[in-house]
């Protein structure tokens, strides 16, 4: 996915309810094969999205997001992975940084990153949490979007989801 659509990705989650593509999940568990697996958090998370390379959940109830990816290939392994991490935050205006550092994604360093922004058309901040990934063959994008005053509601769910996240 281009880097400039994964930033809108996780508006996109907070701010439609898509239709379903034929989610992938069995046994609360989703796997993209060869990329990555991934326990969808509980029964209040909606899949919208599940294919070959990604899924995105919605939560029923609140206006939060998951969203999980992978892109492989050489390009996407010869990026830096700080690039990556910043690139998925295009497309939000008036970002302020809240964390910024490293974190561990599947017993492997990442990128971590919780940034608050403005979304077009919208009076109430964004919060989005990140976690990005690269190894010799895929760049993994794991990220939470949410309106920043309930943010910390669904966070334990998104922790469930990131402890969960294994590459195959």
Known sequence: MAGWRRGLAAAALVLSACASTGPRVENGIFRAPARFRVAVPGPEWDVVTANAAEIALRHHGSQAGIFANAECGDEPARRDVSVLARRLFLGLRDRHVVEDGTATLDGAPAVHSVIDAQVSGRDERLRVE??????????????????????????????????SFARE
Do not use: H, I, M
């Open 130 to 163: 990140a976690y990005v990934l690269k190894d010799t063959r895929c760049v993994y994008d794991v990220v939470y979007a949410a309106p920043a005053a309930a943010f910390d509601a669904r966070r334990a769910d998104f922790q469930r989801f990131v402890e």
